[in-house]
Every structure is written in C-alpha cells, then in structure tokens.
C-alpha cells in the first residue's frame, strides 16, 4: 500500500539529486564570468581623468571634489 509519501522511491531524494549538478553549474558560470567590479571607475577616478585631460579646469574640479566629500 502506497501512503502517498514514498512515490515510488522518486520524492524527496530526486529532487536532492538534480539541486547538485544545477549548483555546481551555477558556480562554474559565475567563477568563469568574472568580477568585472575591479574594472569600473570611481566617479572620483573619473573626475580625475576629466581635470587630467583639461576637460575641466581647476576651480571646477575642487568644486566638484568638494561636493563628493
């Protein structure tokens, strides 16, 4: 007799099997993709670069500055 919680032997341990491999190639994508975190610039290092190029002069930049503090 079935008390409808064996299913068979396919219940809960099944669902246990797949959540594995599904991790597992959850992670692989994630370490491969890569932080590109390191590669974005500050809105201070770009600041800097503007003032460096002479896109901004220097009264513009330490107002700038000055109101990212």
């Keep these: 007799m079935m008390d409808g919680f064996s299913m068979g032997g396919w219940g809960f341990g ?34 800097d670069i503007r003032f460096a190029n002479g896109e901004i002069d220097e009264k513009e930049y330490k107002r700038k500055k000055e109101i990212l503090k």
Excluded at 26 to 32: D, E, G, S, T
């Design 14 to 47: 099944m669902g246990l099997m797949w959540l594995v491999p599904i991790l597992f190639i959850i992670a692989i994508v994630y370490f491969l993709r890569g932080d590109d975190r390191e590669d974005w610039l500050s809105v201070n290092d770009i600041l």
